[in-house]
Nanobody, 122 residues
Framework: QVQLVESGGGLVQAGGSLRLSCAAS????????MAWYRQAPGKQRELVAS???????TYTDSVKGRFTMSRDNAKKMAFLQMNNLKPEDTGVYYC????????????????WGQGTLVTVSS
């Protein structure tokens, strides 16, 4: 069984910074693309950033230049450094990862964390 656990959320003033972490655990063979999604109150979940296993990143336009996603493959972790936060960044941030295990015969399946709340005050 695979688990993704996020941490690092909290309350911050506009212009501040937070660093989110996502730790994967379980009988993992490999982790392909990892991503951060967020869901603001009353809105649909949206992709914020993603990173492939070789480190290629993509970002949604609204966070480019402010957010940086990285990962540590050895520790099975992903990070989201969020700088110059804005009130519109408020939401629950979810870690997402495509993970293969021996049990899945090395096929990758999508997994989600439980989310961590980020609140940016103006």
């Amino acid at each position: 069984q695979v688990q993704l656990v996020e941490s690092g959320g909290g309350l911050v003033q506009a212009g501040g910074s937070l660093r989110l972490s996502c730790a994967a655990s379980g009988s993992i063979f490999s982790i392909d693309t990892m991503a951060w999604y967020r869901q603001a109150p009353g809105k649909q979940r949206e992709l914020v950033a993603s990173i492939t296993s070789d480190g290629t990143t993509t970002y949604t336009d609204s966070v480019k230049g402010r957010f940086t996603m990285s990962r540590d493959n050895a520790k099975k972790m992903a990070f989201l450094q969020m700088n110059n936060l804005k009130p519109e960044d408020t939401g629950v941030y979810y870690c997402n990862a495509w993970v293969s295990t021996v049990a899945t015969r090395f096929r990758a399946f999508e997994h989600w964390g439980q989310g961590t709340l980020v609140t940016v005050s103006s």
